[in-house]
């Protein structure tokens, strides 16, 4: 792997722990500590998300337009001051307009990591996109568990470790980033000279399977607003709560020696990871349905993990493959701007599922419109099919 590769794993990991210490705990600031209903507080991410879809295409179009560097510090700086005024001023309604802030600049960063590691090592394949995938996990892992604790204590606090975390990578781009910077000539062929790009097909594709990428994390992102609440209720501690998320990113980690064999196996069958990954997440969301202890709920999210480890890392994956030069870092920034829609409408949608009906009904909604989600999964290559035969060994297939 490349020195260039490692100084990215190293700053998602930095970046991850820091956005971890706040985003598990979002909901339940907003709504025991601000008082605010699920329904408000759904809307509060919604605006925090909807921002970070502007973040995310703008991201993308840097990157192509000036290079990764000077975009990846554009987002850290505006993160930076956002997050001092989150840090000094957290009551209502500055907590909106500060995570707002947030929102887009930290759009902006994410697109630009995975383009520059899918440049800087475009031979590692899935290998590439799966290394940061792991490193945003581990951060998952660390930021939560660090987070539980702080937030018992003070909520106060985790803003502070939040600013800090994203100073020091602030230094770890400025410094390290630079020295690789990707000319912009390199990648901006089809946006320089202004052409229209012929064969539109792999966008088309492309537009097809992040649609039932949006469907996945609309019903992922219930663990991070309705579930969060809902454990609270339950009686299960911040500190257990943040637990899962620990257990989520460890769990990545330790299970690559199992899950690689069958990633192999699946190497050129996006389709069948994206398959099986949805199936394996929606027999976690009914198994959470019937959660009323802890135990159900680490179960539950032992079964969402590995559904996780298939599908996350493989649209991005496809997305680089079907790339055309020049447009890596929008097909990317269309991506991340997928999660963000889904981040932005799933604590809105499950909040106000869960004022009119109750958990019992949004768990069975959701878990039901998440099978929507495989349809898209096996019919993205039709326009592909349609512009030439794939090969047996396709990566499309």
Not at 161 to 172: P, R
Not at 309 to 331: D, H, I
Not at 359 to 383: C, E, G, K, Q, V
Request: charged share 10%; hydrophobic share 50%.
């Amino acid at each position: 792997m490349p020195k260039s590769v490692w100084l990215l794993i190293i700053g998602m990991l930095v970046n991850v722990t820091g956005n971890s210490f706040l985003w598990p705990l979002n909901t339940i600031y907003l709504h025991d500590h601000l008082g605010k209903s699920l329904s408000v507080a759904g809307l509060v991410l919604m605006a925090n998300a909807g921002a970070g879809i502007i973040g995310n295409l703008l991201g993308g179009y840097l990157f192509d337009k000036i290079g990764g560097y000077k975009s990846i510090m554009l987002g850290i700086t505006i993160t930076i001051i956002g997050l001092t005024g989150l840090t000094i001023w957290h009551g209502w309604p500055h907590y909106v307009w500060f995570l707002t802030i947030m929102g887009f600049s930290g759009g902006i960063v994410f697109p630009s990591m995975y383009a520059m590691v899918g440049t800087a090592w475009p031979e590692g394949g899935r290998k590439a996109f799966n290394a940061i995938y792991l490193a945003q996990n581990l951060g998952v892992a660390i930021g939560p568990a660090v987070a539980g604790v702080i937030a018992d204590y003070s909520f106060d606090y985790i803003f502070v470790a939040n600013l800090g975390m994203y100073v020091v990578f602030f230094f770890i781009a400025l410094i390290g980033y630079r020295k690789f910077n990707i000319a912009p000539d390199r990648h901006t062929s089809v946006i320089n000279e202004g052409k229209k790009i012929k064969n539109k097909a792999p966008f088309y594709a492309l537009l097809i399977v992040t649609s039932g990428y949006l469907i996945c994390w609309l019903v992922y992102v219930q663990w991070q607003s309705t579930i969060a609440t809902y454990t609270q209720e339950l009686g299960i501690t911040l500190k257990q709560y943040s637990l899962l998320w620990t257990i989520n990113g460890l769990l990545i980690l330790a299970a690559q020696p199992i899950i690689q064999p069958i990633v192999k196996r699946l190497e050129h069958r996006i389709k069948a990871q994206l398959v099986l990954g949805i199936v394996i997440m929606m027999i976690s969301f009914v198994v959470v349905g019937f959660a009323d202890a802890f135990s159900m709920f680490v179960t539950s999210m032992v079964i969402l993990t590995i559904g996780e480890m298939f599908v996350w890392p493989a649209v991005p994956t496809l997305a680089s493959q079907l790339a055309p030069k020049g447009r890596e870092g929008f097909y990317q920034g269309i991506v991340n701007s997928t999660a963000t829609i889904g981040r932005m409408l799933g604590p809105f949608f499950g909040g106000v599922l869960v004022d009119l009906y109750g958990m019992t009904a949004m768990f069975l909604i959701l878990t039901t419109f998440m099978a929507l989600a495989i349809i898209p999964s096996l019919l993205y290559d039709r326009p592909l099919k349609k512009v030439e035969n794939l090969k047996e060994d396709s990566p499309f297939r």
